[in-house]
């Protein structure tokens, strides 16, 4: 078996773990993992502590998960070599090698991680943002790595756990979680039955056992059907009462706002943190570079809570009453929050395609797309070549300047409905996508709207401004596209005017 991969990473050369004490903030994440791409929009900030124990390091996460800070506490145990470190983690995947590449202590560190084989290079900073040399030592560490620019996400600058107030903080203690997965490293599967009660979304609980024995009641109390449930429960073990709730996901990814309900419900129950379990799904899920140095994600809970018998049926429709009013007024507030107004997108009327064919130049962009508010600052102009297809549909082909060299890239509208209104099929995401032309004179401008999700939770949204001619824009037209990109929800710091050069322009069309 070849070496694995980190095996030739060499570490800081005399790396001192007192010199690397503190704080740092994750900036950057560079993996071929495909989750990372596909999540690349939910990132979140990410700070890391760091307190040296003799030669090992014991290290805490913080980060937000689903709108709740998590610190995350995990130890990287000396390997005997300074600067290379093992953090046991849970799973079929086995450990997880450390090798700190790089550092001043003063300002960043390159961080190298290999789990099953698989690499990952982080960078991490004193502060943000970074300066363009450190940026460059990064991109040389990744290109080493035998990596892309594709296969590298920017975390969010803003947002950290640590400008939150302490009691806003969740623990998950990976060596506590450890050590009790190795003291019970075994399968087991249990049945039952549920047999429905006279309320819809209301069970008992047969395990087949004699009557009155370990008997029980379950409660829906939330569930999308499609991406998760959210369950109360009351067992009896003789004259004792067991409540529980139950958090349960059909994927490894969940809706905004899931995990904040759960917690809320357990908090009615006068759950504490002391109440909250973690099953291991290390060994199921792809460890996922977004999460602090491959942490897993939480995504079935489950808490419990013994109290003495009492009659449940009236319980738990207050609790189920309770959480749904909490619910609706939750999704409220989140919505206020995400989503703000937006005005209906209409279409060109009586849009005339064979008038839109042609050359065009991108001009203006407006994005909810992480990537977008990472990279908007070296985005320029693009050309965009409009040409029917035998079915009269739209293919568009971009040239624009890439790492000093043109590149080019086409898509197929395909005409969807009302003429002005088309279709896109992302080939890499295998989602779809609604494009629609706004408004167009065709001579001059013309102002398209792209959206559609990659799942649930998983909105994007653009709007382009393309011009005809490859000259400064219009004050006019810049105040329109403004105006439509902030009826649209989009912030001023989300809409960016292009700046325009001659490079890739004038290749033959």
């Not at 046991?88 to 290999?114: C, M, N, P, S």
Request: with cysteine; hydrophobic share 40%.
């Amino acid at each position: 078996m070849p070496p694995s991969p980190i095996s030739t990473i060499q570490p800081k050369a005399n790396f001192d773990a007192r010199q690397f004490a503190g704080t740092w903030f994750l900036v950057a994440v560079g993996s071929a993992c495909r989750f990372l791409q596909e999540q690349a929009h939910r990132a979140e900030a990410t700070a890391l502590h760091v307190t040296p124990q003799g030669e090992t390091m014991a290290v805490s996460n913080f980060r937000k998960l689903d709108g709740i800070c998590w610190q995350v506490r995990q130890l990287y145990a000396d390997t005997g070599v300074p600067g290379r470190f093992l953090l046991q983690a849970r799973g079929a995947r086995g450990a997880v090698h450390v090798v700190v590449a790089e550092t001043d202590y003063r300002d960043f560190a390159i961080v190298f991680l290999e789990r099953a084989r698989q690499l990952s290079v982080k960078l991490y900073a004193r502060s943000l943002p970074v300066s363009d040399p450190v940026l460059a030592t990064f991109e040389q560490h990744v290109q080493g790595a035998n990596l892309t620019e594709d296969q590298v996400v920017f975390f969010p600058k803003y947002g950290f756990c640590e400008e939150a107030s302490a009691d806003q903080f969740h623990t998950l203690d990976e060596l506590s979680a450890l050590s009790a997965h190795r003291r019970a490293q075994r399968c087991d599967t249990w049945s039952y039955i549920l047999v429905p009660g006279t309320q819809p979304g209301q069970f008992t609980v047969d395990r087949n056992r004699a009557s009155g024995v370990d008997r029980g009641e379950i409660q829906v109390v939330n569930t999308d059907y499609t991406s998760f449930a959210l369950l109360l429960a009351h067992r009896w073990a003789g004259s004792q009462a067991i409540i529980s709730t139950s958090l349960l996901g059909r994927s490894w990814v969940l809706p905004p706002g899931t995990l904040g309900k759960f917690i809320c419900l357990g908090r009615m129950q006068g759950f504490s943190e002391d109440n909250v379990v973690f099953p291991d799904v290390t060994a199921l899920v792809p460890a996922s570079p977004l999460d602090p140095l491959l942490n897993p994600v939480p995504v079935m809970l489950v808490t419990s809570h013994s109290r003495s018998a009492t009659p449940v049926s009236a319980q738990l429709r207050m609790a189920a009453l309770r959480t749904a009013c909490l619910g609706l007024v939750l999704l409220g507030v989140l919505g206020s929050l995400q989503t703000p107004a937006q005005a209906q997108v209409s279409v060109q009327p009586d849009f005339q395609q064979d008038k839109f064919l042609g050359r065009w130049f991108s001009v203006g962009l407006a994005s909810n797309a992480s990537w977008f508010l990472e990279k908007k600052a070296v985005l320029s102009t693009c050309k965009t070549m409009v040409v029917p297809t035998e079915d009269s549909d739209l293919n568009l082909t971009s040239t624009f300047l890439r790492k000093n060299q043109c590149e080019t890239r086409t898509m197929l509208l395909r005409r969807a409905g009302t003429p002005g209104s088309y279709s896109y099929r992302s080939p890499h995401w295998g989602s779809t996508y609604s494009v629609s032309v706004v408004e167009t004179n065709y001579e001059e401008y013309a102002l398209l709207f792209t959206q559609g999700a990659k799942g649930p939770g998983q909105e994007f949204r653009m709007a382009a401004l393309y011009s005809r001619a490859l000259a400064p824009l219009k004050a006019e037209l810049q105040e329109k596209f403004s105006a439509f990109c902030k009826s649209q929800g989009f912030t001023e710091d989300s809409i960016v005017f292009l700046p325009q050069t001659d490079k890739c322009m004038k290749q033959q069309e």
